[in-house]
């Protein structure tokens, strides 16, 4: 009913920028939010950011300043402008759109980031 394809990851030394997008197709709830999670071996999946509909935005503090969320409604596509990259940021990327009316979530297949000399 819903897919999710994320995009633009890959190998970075640190310092260096990258830029993620995940596209939304199939049936597309109006109220929703969009949002990035990561997971690096053996920690849990955590919270990157994420922007409503509406376009209110929530990230990380460890991400504050460095990362920037932003989403296309028409495309509904979601965006991951990530700058300043460190190690500590590899990680298997996740996108995910959840219905905000009944809170469900729906996920992509993620996207591995490298941070390394």
């Known amino acids: 009913q819903v897919q999710l394809v994320e995009s633009g990851g890959g190998l970075v030394q640190p310092g260096g920028s990258l830029r993620l997008s995940c596209a939304a197709s199939?049936?597309?709830?109006?109220?929703?939010?969009m949002g990035w999670y990561r997971q690096a071996p053996g920690k849990q999946r955590e919270l990157v950011a994420t922007?409503?509909?509406?376009?209110?935005?929530n990230y990380a503090d460890s991400m504050k300043g460095r990362f920037t969320i932003s989403r296309n409604n028409a495309k509904n596509t979601v965006y991951l402008q990530m700058n300043s990259l460190k190690p500590e940021d590899t990680a298997v990327y996740y996108c995910?759109?959840?219905?905000?009316?009944?809170?469900?979530?729906?996920w992509g297949q993620g996207t591995q980031v490298t941070v390394s000399s």
């Open positions: 995910n759109i959840r219905d905000l009316r009944i809170g469900y979530d729906y």
């Open positions: 922007i409503t509909s509406g376009g209110a935005t």
């Open positions: 199939g049936s597309i709830f109006s109220i929703n939010a």
